[in-house]
């Protein structure tokens, strides 16, 4: 079993729709989520990262700990074509250095 | 504020060659990490650097591999007599000193290694 798991999409959305997105981790361990978005053939952007369970907003994206399920998500408000990328969830251990990613979510958002 | 840089993005060997990639990490950063993306696969963790050390390079295959940070210049990834196999991306990623530092990793553009 991967350490985090995390559908492969496609994700196929119109523009404005919502997207939602989410990783299921197995090791209670990991204390810190991260959210990368990756255009193709680019380097990962880090968009957030959170430590507790709950809501963190930053402009359209708000990520959601759940740490109880060990589940993840994000979702993206008012989808834009510019959003289409992979995105990758990444967890850390406290204390730890190194990232744990899914294997992303390729979304696309059609005009 | 530049971001990471990596250099060079693209580049072609023949197997049995070496290979070196060079990452400079944003500025007022000290920790370097490389990551790698083999096709199809995930982004793995390979090695954790600061300056002049070495602090996890439980990622890092054993043999052919190995990394450095110096005091000055660049971090450097080596991979030696390269196969097939070893083509892929390369990330770098930098994040800030002190103890949450680790948890704000910022990637660079890659490098994209091809071994023929």
């Known amino acids: 079993q991967k350490e985090v798991e995390q559908d492969p999409g496609p994700l196929s959305v119109p523009e404005g729709a919502i997207v939602s997105l989410n990783c299921t981790y197995s090791n209670s361990a990991f204390q810190y989520f991260m959210w990368y978005r990756q255009y193709s053939r680019k380097g990962p952007e880090l968009l957030m990262y959170?430590?507790?369970?709950g809501n963190k907003e930053d402009g359209r994206f708000t990520a959601q700990v759940d740490k109880s399920s060990k589940y993840i998500s994000l979702f993206i408000r008012d989808s834009q074509p510019s959003d289409s990328a992979t995105y990758l969830c990444a967890i850390i251990k406290a204390a730890g250095n190194k990232l744990t990613f899914g294997g992303g979510t390729r979304v696309l958002v059609k005009p | 504020n530049a971001g990471v840089m990596q250099n060079p993005r693209h580049l072609v060997r023949r197997r049995g060659q070496e290979a070196r990639l060079r990452c400079s990490p944003m500025k007022g950063h000290s920790h370097v990490y490389w990551y790698r993306q083999l096709p199809e696969e995930g982004l793995k963790f390979m090695v954790y650097?600061?300056?002049?050390?070495?602090?996890?390079e439980s990622g890092m295959p054993k043999e052919r591999f190995s990394a450095e940070f110096p005091k000055e210049g660049p971090s450097i990834l080596r991979i030696q007599q390269v196969v097939r196999g070893d083509s892929a991306a390369y990330f770098c990623?930098?994040?800030?000193?002190?103890?949450?530092?680790?948890?704000?990793?910022?990637f660079g553009p890659g490098t994209r290694l091809t071994v023929t």
């Open positions: 959170t430590y507790s369970s």
């Open positions: 990623a930098s994040s800030p000193p002190g103890e949450l530092g680790t948890y704000e990793q910022y």
């Open positions: 650097l600061q300056k002049e050390n070495i602090i996890d």
